[in-house]
């Protein structure tokens, strides 16, 4: 009986069409958030595989659960899209996490602007065509005490562009303890090597006098370039140059340039760090920096100093490729205008948290009597990160969750707003140094629903926050 009722079963392998598939409800939210075009793409591939596959030849349409397999595919690709998550990894310039968040206050400020037509490239005294640097000669000039200033895209753009530009085919002299690698493969040796210029190298791993510097300079001598060593530091018996020696005691034709990296200016709580002014101040000729990291902009490079020299970039044939849009342009001078205004939203994320970091231990025991049976309050270490800094770290709090640290990291970065915490010791770890205010509140709703009130399988509940969160 149960053979007969097998063999009269039908069997179809007549998959649905895609445009009828395109109107079910449920992937209403995926194309709202992927687009329509990716959805199909994402349906075709799909259904191509279903084709070649052993199970669809003998079982037709009947072996697959196709709408559980399409929500599942489609969350894996609204995984990829950029979303706001929360920093609880201590790390308060994350890389990896868009290094310095915008102020809100920032951000606002500068929406008509970049909502509407504006004067990127017109002199509005004149009505002639300008160039696209608007107030920031002054604001830098103002805040570093530099003649001029040049925005690029980031600071990689800015050592290439000076070198390029001041050094091709003469030579460059760098200490052997500045030759770094930074994240993605970018050597301070090769960078030299593509820009043409030629590198000669001087003193130790450790020690670099200004002797040193001094006695390598030829007639084919156009640059010293001093360079932030950025995410890593050498410590016992070491020694640098003096810039302010180097800069009395080089030839007036040979160029002093500092990749200074971080972005400290005038920030109170980086006193470890030598400063853009104290380097300006010290007889840099060029001074470049980094705008998303403690100065806490959007992603650029700023190159401060001699004004002949800038004036000299800006006319590089590369100057088109690497120099920023209005939305950067506009985001830095309003920046910098409530930085010298001394506003709370002109100081970057790091010198914000740094200055709060006692406010984690509230914070944490806030977190512990919220949730007593899930949670244990601890100490840690902050860093600022993002190649700032290297060799300081900060004393604050922070918690681990009871359980499975793999599986912890996983379901909460499944979360409507993905929390991003760190595995220390064999436990699942939240640094709340790295964590703002507003996003703390957050946290502790995202927390709540996921210690206290989940119910069934974990993943699943985080799979259906992640769709949730697109309608």
Known sequence: MKANQKANQKVSHRLPQVEQLLQQHFLSPFIEKLSRPVVTKVIRSYFAEIRQSAVFKLQGCNGFNIIEA???????????????????????????LGRSPIDP?????????????????????DGKRGQRKGLLNTLLATLTGADAGLLVNNNACSIYLLLHELAKGKEVIVSRGEQIQIGGGFRIPDILALSGAKLVEVGTTNITTADDYIDAITENTAMVLVVHQSNFAIRGFTESADINELSRRLPKEVILAVDQGSGVTCEPHFPEEKSVLKYISAGADLVCFSGDKILGGPQAGIICGDASLIQRLEKNPMMRAFRSGR?????????????????????GISERLVAQLAASLAKADRLTRLFPSHIEICSLKAVVGGGTLPDVDYACW??????????????????????????Q????????????????????????????DKKGDVESDCRAERVKAVI
């Open 105 to 125: 206050a920032l951000w606002d400020a500068v929406k008509e602007v970049n909502t509407s037509y504006n004067n990127l490239e017109l002199k509005l005294e």
């Open 398 to 423: 922070g918690v681990t969750l009871a359980g499975d640290p793999l599986k912890l990291s996983r379901d909460l970065r499944l979360r409507s707003t993905p929390i991003i915490g760190v595995i």
């Open 425 to 452: 010791k064999k436990q699942f770890i939240l640094n709340l140094a790295s964590v703002p205010d507003a996003d703390f509140e957050r946290l502790i709703v995202l927390l709540e629903g996921y210690l206290i």
């Open 70 to 96: 399409l929500t599942s595919r489609l969350e894996g690709v609204l995984l990829q899209r950029q979303t706001a998550v929360i920093n609880a990894t201590g790390t308060i310039i994350h890389t990896n």
């Open 327 to 347: 939305v950067v342009l506009s985001l830095i001078e309003e920046l910098l205008v409530r930085k010298l205004n001394e506003q709370e939203s002109g100081k």
